[in-house]
T-cell receptor, first 112, second 109 residues
Framework: DAGVIQSPRHEVTEMGQEVTLRCKPI?????LFWYRQTMMRGLELLIY????????DSGMPEDRFSAKMPNASFSTLKIQPSEPRDSAVYFC??????????FGDGTRLSIL | GQNIDQPTEMTATEGAIVQINCTYQ??????LFWYQQHAGEAPTFLSY????GLEEKGRFSSFLSRSKGYSYLLLKELQMKDSASYLC??????????FGGGTRLMVKP
């Protein structure tokens, strides 16, 4: 079975550029989560969706970050403009109802 | 809000038993999860407790005491491949997970 698929796996870009991270959840899962992981702050929830609707975005650091889920099989996390402090590993996870979350392999983002 | 504490690092010997503790204070509780994360990889689900007591799954067991806000993950017959970070996470009523900082376990020969 295909797991959660994220792209790209690695992204290196200069500050000020727009960055778009993509996620395809496991088919049939109705929850989708975006996390950010850094050494300093650990794994932090940014936003999550239920049935494509954003439920809680209180973890989104600022207006430079936005996330969308246009359909049940696709979500994006966008940073515009990007800053060096946004460098982190971004994980997408999905789950069915209250079952355990399954994580994608992550996108390692470096902003120069 | 949520506050989750677990030790930063632990070291154990191959073949031994290790217990990783997790304490939490939460504004809502709907279960406690343990995840394993190898360096450079994604977290993978290990165990889930919603009621008090011990859940056993092979070499791994997890315990929960809701009244004490306490959980532990027990790893038996340690293997070198068990060297990883172990993340404790609490779920609130809204299906959100809040993760602790993780415990980095080093297994030595």
């Amino acid at each position: 079975d295909a797991g959660v698929i994220q792209s790209p796996r690695h992204e290196v870009t200069e500050m000020g550029q727009e960055v778009t991270l993509r996620c395809k959840p496991i088919s049939g899962h109705d929850y989708l989560f975006w996390y950010r992981q850094t050494m300093m702050r650990g794994l932090e929830l940014l936003i999550y969706f239920n049935n494509n609707v954003p439920i809680d975005d209180s973890g989104m650091p600022e207006d430079r970050f936005s996330a969308k889920m246009p359909n049940a099989s696709f979500s994006t996390l966008k940073i515009q403009p990007s800053e060096p402090r946004d460098s982190a590993v971004y994980f997408c996870a999905s789950s069915f109802y209250n079952q355990p979350q399954h994580f994608g392999d992550g996108t390692r983002l470096s902003i120069l | 809000g949520q506050n989750i504490d677990q030790p930063t690092e632990m070291t154990a010997t191959e073949g031994a038993i290790v217990q990783i503790n997790c304490t939490y204070q939460t504004s809502g509780f709907n279960g406690l999860f343990w995840y394993q994360q190898h360096a450079g990889e994604a977290p993978t689900f290990l165990s889930y407790n919603v009621l008090d007591g011990l859940e056993e799954k092979g070499r791994f067991s997890s315990f929960l005491s809701r009244s004490k806000g306490y959980s532990y993950l027990l790893l038996k017959e340690l293997q070198m491949k068990d060297s990883a970070s172990y993340l404790c996470a609490v779920k609130n009523a809204g299906n959100m997970l809040t993760f602790g900082g993780g415990t980095r376990l080093m297994v030595k020969p």
